[in-house]
């Protein structure tokens, strides 16, 4: 193979064979398919995050802002306060009820512990879909809210930096 193309780059490089027989031409053809090939492979390089196949990450996309932490902890309030309390200790008003206790976010180990991309599932798709409880409801609205989203992450990791 490695001749081959040796062979093969020597003819397209002498214009003169391709042009002087018809044996040339056939030959001078399949060096520049072969070319086309290794410039489809070489352009083909391996794309770090396949942005096609899966959604870019969120928090290279979405800048952390006072603005959108605002967003989160009235987004919180609305929606996860009920359970998680109003300061996200795990110990709102709906959390009396419930087996095991919403999470309190203020809890450093269980930060350091968990990435950002469980969070965002957690919210998402509900506490069963992260191997957690059940109870923990999904957010499908959010699929497509990668705002809303990473606003309710950014706020929950702010709480784990006052314990
Ligand atoms: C109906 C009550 C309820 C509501 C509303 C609720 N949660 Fe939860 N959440 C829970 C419970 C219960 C757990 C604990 C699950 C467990 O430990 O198995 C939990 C756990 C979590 C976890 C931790 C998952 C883990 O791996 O430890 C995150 C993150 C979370 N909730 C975020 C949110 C956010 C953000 C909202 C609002 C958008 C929200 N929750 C709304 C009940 C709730």
Known sequence: MARALREVSRVSLAPE?????SIARPLFLAASFLSLLVVACES???PPAPAEATPPPAPAAIEVT???????EAEFTMR???CHGPDGRG????SATLDPKPRNFHDSEWQTSVS???IKNAIVYGGAAVGK???MPSNPDLAADETTVVSLRAYIRTLGEAP
Do not use: T
């Not at 064979?17 to 027989?21: E, G, K, N, W």
């Not at 006072?66 to 989160?72: D, I, M």
């Open 80 to 82: 996860c306060a009920p």
């Open 44 to 46: 083909k390089a391996p």
């Open 91 to 94: 110990d709102g008003p709906s």
């Open 66 to 72: 006072p603005a959108l932490l605002e967003k989160g």
């Open 17 to 21: 064979h391709c042009m002087a027989s």
């Open 116 to 118: 950002d991309e469980h």
């Open 133 to 135: 409880s059940p109870q």
